[in-house]
């Protein structure tokens, strides 16, 4: 299992979900020039975490540059199966990832949700099979635009996260990224004080959950539009701890931009 960090070390985590994009090819470009582009911006990778999410595909073509040019760059899967082997085809352990030295690995996205019919309880076994396999699995919940007139801004993000954490063990490492449904692809973010509205019961869903000290060092992010033009504002709210990034993450200026959200940030 992944050990779980200290509440001194909840660190910004900047996440790029490159979604289907990028070849291997062109990922071994676009992770270069985004090491470089940071390097240039003088970035203390002491006080943020960088990653991105490739496609399967290209995972390994990632790891070998990241190793070789040791870029202080993480990754992760975008998905990963429940099962650890067997009789499942297209599906990936994440013993498998693993091998790869992902760090992280994406579940509960809210496109595998409504593409793939996956529910909270598969998501649930998702995370699980990821923290068995020493992966912090970055767990995605959501309300649609339906969900958020009905029952409010937090009620379905908690639902589906109480639902999730209920098939991990203590102690488990987890990111939770709160990403509504209404507002990914959208150019419409969420305001910081809607974010902060419903990351906060997502903590003390984990508190109830795994335990205060599990709930204080985990980080939960925003996802949902996210540029540079707003990362600084979700920010500075005391739950919010980075953001998973979708099409911006595909655009290297863009991108550096958001990592370097401390600038934009202000007293």
């Known amino acids: 299992m992944a050990s779980v960090t200290t509440p001194a070390a909840r660190i910004p985590l900047i996440a790029g979900n490159w979604k289907l994009n990028l070849d291997h090819l062109q990922a071994i470009a676009f992770v270069q020039k985004l090491a470089w582009s940071l390097k240039d911006a003088s970035v203390d990778f002491d006080g943020i975490d960088v990653a991105v999410f490739p496609p399967f595909t290209d995972i390994r073509s990632v790891q070998t540059l990241v190793g070789a040019d040791k870029l202080p760059i993480q990754y992760g899967g975008q998905d990963v ?3 650890d082997s067997g009789a499942y085809t297209g599906e990936i352990s994440g013993a498998f990832l693993a091998a790869l030295d992902c760090r ?39 309300e649609t635009a339906d969900d958020l007139e009905k029952h409010g801004p937090s009620a379905v993000p908690v639902a589906q996260l109480r639902t999730i954490l209920a098939a991990l063990p203590a102690g488990s490492d987890i990111v939770v990224a709160y990403e509504p ?24 869903v984990i508190a109830e959950a795994l335990g205060d000290d599990v709930a204080a060092a985990t980080r939960i992010l925003y996802g949902g539009s996210v540029k540079s033009g707003n990362i600084a ?12 990034v979708g099409g911006a993450s595909l655009d290297i200026d863009e991108f550096s931009s958001i990592v370097r959200f401390q600038k934009h940030v202000g007293v």
């Open 181 to 204: 449904v209404w507002a990914i692809g959208s150019g419409q973010a969420a305001t910081p004080d809607q974010a902060q509205q419903v990351a906060a019961p997502l903590r003390a």
């Open 81 to 83: 199966s429940q099962h």
């Open 104 to 142: 992280y690995v994406l579940v509960g996205h809210s496109e595998r949700r409504t593409l793939h019919g996956e529910t909270d309880e598969i998501v649930g076994a998702k995370a699980a099979a990821a923290v068995k396999h020493g992966l912090v699995p970055v767990i995605c919940v959501g």
């Open 233 to 244: 504002g979700f920010l500075r709210e005391a739950d919010i701890d980075g953001a998973l």
